[in-house]
């Protein structure tokens, strides 16, 4: 189910119209107030200059006893309502400009308290349309007098103005939330673009390309998916053609091989396997069964078990058929098993080096396979949006493939070699540029160190890819059980034979372990669990293409030395120019 979301043009959009709409408000807001308070504080000044007057006209008349004759004629003669008050505030005369009074209760009472304390006042209502006044009168004993000044034109002015600043705030408001979804929906649409690129990418289609055209924040954003577009499409083009050499190798096979995950479904499976099962099995199908005495998935099933190590049965299909399973574990952090079916009614017309191909390629390979499937699903999973980071595991999987390669050529010429179809091809080998090689691939426990022993001007004619095959798996076996000291990669001339040794300061290994280190699938007592002991057994069978020997030296405790006698071959010693 897709989980559902809120677009960012929506909440990018809403974002924008607020923002406008909180700023029209504010904006609109401080124009009307300050609008208001200016028409308010003008005729509040001009009411009261009248009301200062006016009230200096009551108190003449009110000394000459002429209160009640003259107040009617200040009101109207300065345009203001007038109220006369005591000492106590009781009314004592009162005259209107006009006819009838203006109302404004509460800023009279508010006037008329501060006159009365011998202050002068002056408010006005809310719309401005009415200023009201208080003021002592001079030399009248605490009499105080309140004027009210009508002012219309005021109220009417300041309505004209918040109707036409909040007209224009609406207007604004609009246009500013019009303009916000505009930029909201043309930021989203920049942003959905690239989304579709990167989930392009995240399917498997590195062929379209992504174009931009702005050179923005979003462009240099675009112009970065597209070159890590053009990088993941070379690297994976190279991928893709090393797993397709890999499968045509499989298919060519004699043996049946067939991959499986977790859920029993078959991911590959070549066509030899296909004909000792009896159907067409193809990528995505379910394992099948088909043996009533054997139960295929069972035996895969149990492949996947934490504990479990490698697996070999035998099934009798027919009274005319025996097939042969070896099934090789997932590793502790991988996904799939093999399994490897042998037609044991046709191994009579088999040489011995094909029917061992499939296991000894499936010992070698699975470490650089396995590098370059940890490296893409690392891509992947976010590291390719990191330059630094993808650049690195790009690297990482050049260097596994390149080594890959050279795997696959080491095998098939042992192949080839143990079946007599052609001895190995010979060319000149510096052996100290290939023993300096070896080491630096090495990766040894903290706190051993890796040398070199050997003179620079030695060569010898022999198969590169065989000879650096035997030297790496000792190199490797030497370092997995190396707890501390050193290992010693050492090279000499010997008469016509040339030495090369590979010795240790490890564990050591007991005459037990001795005698059978060699043979093929064994695993000496606290050797490495995860190994399928083929290593050693894949290093003799090289040197005896080579038309070599080997010899073991070691004790517990006391450290181990293989020893590479390569009699057969021509030594070579450069000659410095004097």
């Known amino acids: ?28 807001s401080q124009f009307s107030s300050r609008s208001e308070n200016a028409f308010r504080g003008h005729a509040e000044q001009l009411a009261a200059g009248s009301a200062f007057l006016a009230a200096a006209e009551v108190s003449s008349a009110d000394r000459h006893g002429l209160l009640q004759r003259r107040l009617p004629i200040v009101a109207q003669h300065f345009d203001l309502d007038l109220f006369v008050y005591d000492a106590k505030g009781h009314l004592l005369a009162k005259a209107p400009a006009r006819r009838g009074f203006a109302q404004a209760p509460s800023e009279r009472a508010e006037a008329l308290q501060a006159a009365l304390t011998g202050k002068r006042r002056v408010l006005s209502t809310s719309n401005g349309g009415i200023v009201a006044i208080g003021a002592p009168l001079t030399g009248r004993n605490g009499m105080a007098i309140v004027a009210l000044s009508r ?41 959905r673009r690239l989304s579709i690129a990167a989930e392009a990418i995240a399917a498997g289609d590195f062929e379209t390309p992504l174009r931009y055209h702005v050179g923005d ?34 298919e060519r096979l004699h043996e049946g091989v067939v991959t499986v995950d977790g859920d029993l479904v078959v991911q590959f499976a070549n066509a030899e396997a296909r004909r000792l099962l009896g159907m067409r099995l193809a990528e995505g199908d379910a394992l099948p069964e088909p043996w009533s005495a054997f139960s295929l998935r069972e035996f895969a099933s ?64 699975r470490t650089p396979l396995t590098t370059i499937i940890g490296a893409v699903e690392v891509l992947q999973a976010g590291a390719k949006d990191d ?86 798996n000792l190199g490797e076996n030497a370092a997995k059980h190396t707890p501390s000291g050193r290992i010693v990669l050492r090279a000499r001339a010997a008469d016509t034979s040339v030495l090369v040794e590979v010795e240790d300061t490890g564990v050591g290994m007991s005459a037990e372990t001795q005698h059978h280190v060699f043979d093929r699938f064994y695993r000496g ?54």
Do not use: Y
Request: with cysteine; charged share 30%; aromatic share 4%.
């Open 387 to 472: 330059a630094a980071e993808r650049d690195r595991f790009l690297a990482h999987i050049e260097r596994e493939a390149a080594r890959l390669a050279r795997l696959a050529r080491a095998l098939l010429t042992l192949a080839r070699a143990r079946a007599g179809q052609e001895p190995p091809r010979v060319e000149a080998v510096e052996l100290a540029s290939l023993l300096d090689e070896v080491a630096d691939e090495l990766h040894p426990r903290d706190g051993v160190t890796v040398e070199v022993d050997c003179p620079l001007e030695l060569q010898v004619s022999v198969n590169r890819d065989l000879l650096e095959q035997a030297l790496r």
């Open 302 to 365: 149990g492949l996947f078990a934490g504990d479990s190590a490698l697996a070999q049965a035998h099934v009798r299909a027919d009274e005319e058929r025996a097939v042969a399973l070896v099934g090789i574990p997932a590793q502790p952090e991988g996904d799939t098993v093999l399994i490897v079916l042998d037609d044991l009614s046709e191994q009579e017309r088999r040489e011995l080096a094909e029917r061992e191909f499939v296991t000894n390629a499936a010992h070698e390979l």
């Open 525 to 578: 007592q606290g050797r490495d669990a995860e190994g399928f002991g083929l290593g050693l057994a894949i290093v003799r069978e090289a040197v005896r293409s080579l038309g070599g020997r080997i010899e073991l030296d070691s004790a517990p405790s006391r450290g181990t030395r293989v020893r590479i006698t390569l009699e057969r071959a021509r030594v070579r010693e450069r000659v410095t120019a004097a």
């Open 1 to 28: 189910m897709t989980k559902r979301f809120i677009g960012v043009r929506w909440w990018l959009g809403a974002a924008f119209a607020l923002v406008a709409a909180v700023s029209t408000a504010i904006v609109v």
């Open 151 to 191: 002012r219309p034109d005021v109220a009417a002015a300041i309505g004209i103005v918040s109707d036409q600043a909040l007209r224009a705030g609406v207007i604004a408001g609009v246009i500013g939330v019009l303009v916000g979804l505009l930029l909201a929906q043309l930021i989203a649409l920049r942003l």
């Open 217 to 250: 924040e979003f462009g240099a954003l675009a112009q970065s998916f597209e070159r890590m577009r053009r990088q993941l499409r070379r690297s994976f083009r190279h991928i893709e053609g090393e797993r397709d050499r890999l499968r045509m190798l499989l």
